[in-house]
């Protein structure tokens, strides 16, 4: 018997579903359209109301991209609605790629025959979660990454198909790495592609820490999590060290934000937001304190004075230390909790 072989898959071959909604997303989404892969479909979340009253909707920076693109454009409130799942069976994807999206139940992510593929914000299997840019900076870690995967049953388990690793400075906020994963996520999806196809649609893959099974825990392997974060969440706690309480303001900054709670003299409480800070080294006894020395704010933490460079205080704007401290008196009288 004579075997014909068949020719090798290309990207004309591929017929993708794209899935993301914010900002993060579209560079990757930008990147399919101008490298001329085919994009049958976008996926985003429905529009949100804004303003005042939420009388405005707003639609997702993903949409307003696919908009601009003429892509179609899919919205809908619950993935596993049998509409929906039509509505998207109907495009043929051969393949679905995923970014900061909501998690997908397996009617939808077993659909194309060669699968879904996730681009996570981290090196897989740390940081598993919906926040893994800000988990990282506020761990401390040096570097972090971007990890393309197949979905699976569980959150971000899957088969691990490439990752691209990022360096941290230790001055960088969220907001740094956060652009630099941005568009490295989008090169790490091209170079997924290409090895896609390359793979006649099924490359290799390597399995994530079996953590999730139950037999080991994930903080019994060594494994961060990177929950969502809520404004508890973002609280300092000036007992934690200097170091700390450094690494987890730029994990929030600029937005959500760290913040902490200004007590005045009389015991009025404030919010007040901080964006920015500076180590000094200098030793102190009791964290919660506050000291001026000139023009300079400094808070005691845990083990050493942290000097505060960029805040905002309840209903005012964000600014320097020192136009803080030129609308602010009797300073040293105030303290932090």
């Known amino acids: 018997m004579t075997l014909v072989k068949t020719e090798n898959m290309n990207k004309e071959d591929l017929r993708i579903v794209f899935m993301g909604t914010p ?3 579209v560079e990757t989404l930008r990147a399919l359209v101008e490298n001329d892969y085919q994009v049958v479909a976008v996926v985003t979340q429905p529009d949100k109301p804004v303003g005042r009253h939420g009388s405005v909707l707003q639609p997702s920076a993903v949409k307003q991209y696919a908009v601009e693109q003429g892509l179609p454009v899919l919205q809908p409130e619950k993935m596993k609605d049998p509409v929906f799942v039509e509505q998207l069976r109907s495009y043929r994807a051969n393949l679905q790629v995923v970014v900061a999206f909501r998690m997908l139940p397996e009617v939808v992510w077993a659909m194309p025959e060669y699968g879904t593929f996730n681009v996570h914000a981290a090196l897989l299997p740390q940081y598993r979660g919906a926040a893994p840019i800000n988990w990282a900076v506020i761990n401390g870690e040096t570097q972090t990454g971007v990890t393309t995967f197949f979905l699976d049953h569980d959150i971000d388990t899957g088969r691990i198909i490439m990752s691209l690793p990022f360096d941290i400075p230790d001055d960088a906020d969220v907001e740094y790495v956060y652009d630099g994963l941005m568009h490295l996520g989008a090169q790490l999806c091209l ?18 820490a079996d953590c999730q099974s139950g ?11 990177a929950p969502k974060i ?14 700390q309480v450094y690494d987890f303001v ?5 937005v959500p934000g760290a913040w902490t709670t200004l007590v005045a003299p009389d015991g009025k409480e404030t919010v007040l937001k ?9 030793a102190v006894h009791a964290s919660g304190g506050i000291v001026v020395d000139g023009k300079a704010l400094y808070v005691a933490a845990g083990d050493e004075l942290l000097e505060l460079v960029e805040l905002q205080l309840a209903g005012k704007k964000r600014m320097t230390a020192r ?5 602010m008196k009797q300073m040293e009288q105030y303290r932090v909790k």
């Open 230 to 243: 809520f404004k508890e969440t973002c609280e300092i706690d000036w007992s934690k060290s200097a170091k």
């Open 250 to 254: 730029r994990g929030l900054s600029p």
């Open 274 to 282: 901080i964006y920015k800070t500076r180590k000094t080294g200098k």
């Open 191 to 208: 170079k997924t592609l290409e090895t896609i196809i390359a793979a006649d649609g099924h490359p290799q893959t390597v399995a994530q």
């Open 323 to 327: 136009d803080f401290l030129n609308g």
């Open 215 to 225: 037999a080991v825990a994930p903080e019994q392997a060594g494994l961060h999590a």
């Open 23 to 25: 900002e993060f997303a």
